[in-house]
C-alpha cells in the first residue's frame, strides 16, 4: 500500500510540474504562407503570459516527417528537403513577459524563386527559467534550461501550384476481436509537390437492395512525396446482406473524387 501511495504521489507532483511549467499561450497555432515565389509575406504571433513570474520565451525553427501511420518525427531545421528553416525570420528572438503581458512577433517568409512546392516546419516558443549558482543541481551549469514549450505549425503553399497528384489504394479490413465495430484501412500516396487537405470517407452500398449509406468523415493532411495508412471505422448499424465497401478521397473542388473499393458481408 505504501508503495502505491508513493506511486500517486509521484504522479500528482509530476503533472504539477507540467501544469506549472506551461503558463504561457502563443496564438495562433497552425500559419499558412501563401505568397507567390520570390515574394515576401509576414505574419504575426501573439504571445501571452498567464502566471504569476516573469517568462523569457526564446524562438527557434525545426523540421518534422510524418510517417506512415502519422507518427512525427521532429528534426534539426534544414534537414529536410521541404524545410521552411532557411527562408524564415522572425523578430525579435526571444521575448520577455511579465504577468499578464503580450507582446507580438513577427515572422517573414521568404518564398524561393522558382519553386512551386509546398514546405512546412515549426515554430518553437520555449520558455526558460535562470538557475543561479545556488538553485542550480551540481552536475547541470548554472544558465538557462527549459521548463515549457508551445509548438505552432508553419506552412507554405504557393497560390499557383500544379494538380494534386494523390492516389487511394488497398482498402482492407484490419477488425480484431477488441473492436465494437469494423475497422479497415486504406493507402493515401502523395506523389506531387503539394501540400494538400483531404477528406476520407466509406460509403457502404447494398448489392440487393436500393441503399446506400455515407460515414462519418475525417480529415488528414497527405505530405508531398509520402505515404500514410488511413484508419476508417464501419459501425454496426447496417441491415444483414452483401455491400461494395468503398473508401472515397476527396481533396478539393477542382478535382475528380478518387476511390478503393470491395465487398463485404454483413451477418
Known amino acids: 500500500m505504501k508503495k502505491r501511495l508513493l506511486l500517486i504521489s509521484v504522479k500528482i507532483f509530476a503533472i504539477s510540474i507540467c501544469l506549472v511549467a506551461q503558463d504561457f499561450e502563443v496564438a495562433p497555432i497552425r500559419m499558412n504562407f501563401r505568397s507567390e515565389p520570390g515574394e515576401t509575406e509576414t505574419r504575426t504571433f501573439t504571445i501571452r503570459n498567464h502566471g504569476n513570474r516573469k517568462e523569457t520565451i526564446v524562438l527557434a525553427t525545426r523540421d518534422y516527417l510524418v510517417h506512415r501511420h502519422g507518427e512525427r518525427e521532429l528534426l534539426p531545421p534544414g534537414t529536410t528537403r521541404y524545410s521552411m528553416a532557411n527562408w524564415i525570420t522572425f523578430n525579435p528572438s526571444f521575448v520577455e513577459l511579465q504577468p499578464n503581458e503580450e507582446e507580438v512577433v513577427q515572422v517573414t517568409f521568404q518564398a524561393p524563386l522558382d519553386d512551386y512546392s509546398s514546405k512546412w516546419g515549426i515554430m518553437s516558443f520555449a520558455s526558460t527559467i535562470e538557475r543561479t549558482a545556488y538553485s542550480a543541481d551540481k552536475n547541470v551549469q548554472t544558465g538557462l534550461f527549459v521548463s515549457g514549450r508551445v509548438d505552432a505549425y508553419i506552412t507554405y503553399t504557393p497560390p499557383t501550384t500544379q494538380e494534386p497528384n494523390i492516389v487511394i489504394s488497398n482498402l482492407r479490413e484490419v477488425t480484431s476481436e477488441d473492436d465494437k465495430d469494423r475497422i479497415f484501412t486504406v493507402n493515401i500516396d502523395n506523389l506531387g509537390d503539394n501540400l494538400t487537405r483531404c477528406e476520407l470517407y466509406l460509403i457502404a452500398s447494398s448489392l440487393v437492395a436500393d ?21 476508417l471505422e464501419l459501425p454496426d448499424v447496417l441491415e444483414k446482406g452483401r455491400y461494395s465497401l468503398a473508401a472515397i478521397l476527396d481533396y478539393g473542388s477542382k478535382t475528380y473524387l478518387k476511390g478503393t473499393q470491395i465487398t463485404i458481408d454483413v451477418d
Do not use: C, G, H, L
Open 211 to 231: 441503399v446506400e449509406k455515407k460515414f462519418e468523415t475525417i480529415r488528414i493532411t497527405a505530405y508531398p512525396q509520402s505515404s500514410r495508412t488511413i484508419e
